[in-house]
């Protein structure tokens, strides 16, 4: 069966910093894009970034310089580093993992707000 789940999100004011994990079982890990998507109340899913096995990485625009995706091979773990926070970064982000098949996590509130 596989799972994977998201952690770290949470209520942080603007120019705030917070750190998702997401933690995949169930599949070769180290073969998987791994990605974080986010989607805001009323809008459509958006890829934030994603890293390939290769551990190539690409962000979204509005992310860049602020955001950093990484993955650790050994943990079975893929993170987000998310700093200066605005309030345009609030939504519900989620891990996915893509190869063979395509996997969601259930997804981490991130609010931010003063």
């Known amino acids: 069966q596989v799972q994977l789940v998201e952690s770290g999100g949470g209520l942080v004011e603007p120019g705030g910093s917070l750190r998702l994990s997401c933690v995949v079982s169930g599949i070769d890990f180290r073969v998987f894009t791994m990605g974080w998507y986010r989607q805001a109340p009323g809008k459509e899913r958006e890829l934030v970034a994603h890293?390939?096995?290769?551990?190539?990485?690409n962000y979204l625009d509005s992310v860049k310089d602020r955001f950093t995706i990484s993955r650790d091979n050994a943990k079975n773990t893929v993170y987000l580093q998310m700093n200066s926070l605005k309030p345009g970064d609030t939504a519900v982000y989620y891990c996915?993992?893509?190869?063979?098949?395509?996997?969601w996590g259930r997804g981490t509130q991130v609010t931010v707000s003063s």
């Open positions: 996915k993992a893509t190869f063979t098949g395509t996997y």
């Open positions: 890293i390939t096995r290769r551990f190539n990485t």
